[in-house]
């Protein structure tokens, strides 16, 4: 399958996430998008790492270990943003029990 | 079906509808890794994910009760604006990524080794031991983080 359809459709979930962040007003939405946005990004690269797998195949190689880096960098990627939304919505929890709204034009001073 | 489910995320006035969106829009996503023969990271995506990470979404949102945005609602034009400053930037990626020289290259689908558990562990245990028990040292300290900042004080 032609990296190009990947490309693109990566490129449409980042630019949806993008617009979620833009037009939301409500911070779990907002950050519901950010998920999106980084799976866009998972997407793209385990694609490129199959495309560079194939290269590897194409030219003769054993292709054992190539494009391998990408699928674990996508591991890694899945694992911090693991922890990012666990501290993430934590935070959300606490301004919510401050301010009793997750709405970010209230939240858009730092203290209350 | 991903970008259509993508959109109903951000389009969803209710937040638990959305995360439901979202659940589906990563099972999609794990569709495509299996597409890819990246069975790994499809079942990790859908464990983590659609599991995890989905569930706490809907505690949170359970938990505060937010049903509807607020008083101030998405104003029209911020909407507006928003939707026209990302449909420029796809516009301009599509544009600049159209005619690259990736268009020839292809990506190996339904075949190859490198997305098993085998493969994946093997490298992972080997070149990549130093930022995996760094990831887990982050994980510990969000995990502390976490409780700190949600402990009543």
């Known amino acids: 399958m032609p990296i190009n359809y990947y490309l693109f459709l990566s490129l449409a979930l980042f630019t949806i996430g993008m617009v979620g962040v833009l037009t939301r007003r409500n911070a779990i939405i907002i950050f519901m998008c950010i998920e999106l946005m980084l799976n866009a990004v998972n997407l793209l690269l385990v694609a490129f790492s199959k495309m560079h797998y194939q290269a590897a195949f194409e030219a003769g190689q054993v292709a054992g270990q190539a494009g391998v880096d990408g699928q674990l960098f996508v591991f890694f990627i899945m694992v911090v943003a693991a922890a990012e939304v666990s501290v993430g919505l934590a935070i959300i929890v606490m301004m919510y029990r401050n301010v009793h709204s997750v709405d970010i034009n209230f939240l858009n001073r730092l203290k209350h | ?153």
Do not use: C
């Open chain 2, 1 to 153: 079906m991903a970008l259509f489910s993508a959109l109903m995320v951000i389009t969803s006035k209710n937040p638990v509808y959305s995360v439901l969106w979202l659940i589906i829009t990563f099972f999609a996503i794990s569709g495509h890794y299996i597409l890819l023969n990246a069975q790994f990271l499809a079942v990790v995506n859908i464990i983590v994910y659609a599991g995890a990470i989905m569930v706490l979404f809907l505690f949170v949102i359970m938990l505060m009760n937010a049903r509807q945005e607020g008083p101030t609602g998405s104003k029209r034009w911020i909407t507006l604006a928003g939707t026209v400053s990302g449909g420029i930037f796809l516009l301009v990626l599509v544009a600049a990524l159209k005619d690259s020289e990736l268009k020839a290259r292809t990506a190996m689908v339904m075949d190859g080794q490198i997305g098993l558990i085998k493969v994946l562990g093997n490298e992972l245990f080997t070149r990549y031991v130093v930022p995996f028990e760094i990831s887990s040292i982050l994980f510990l300290s969000a995990m502390v983080g976490a409780v700190v900042i949600g402990k009543k004080d």
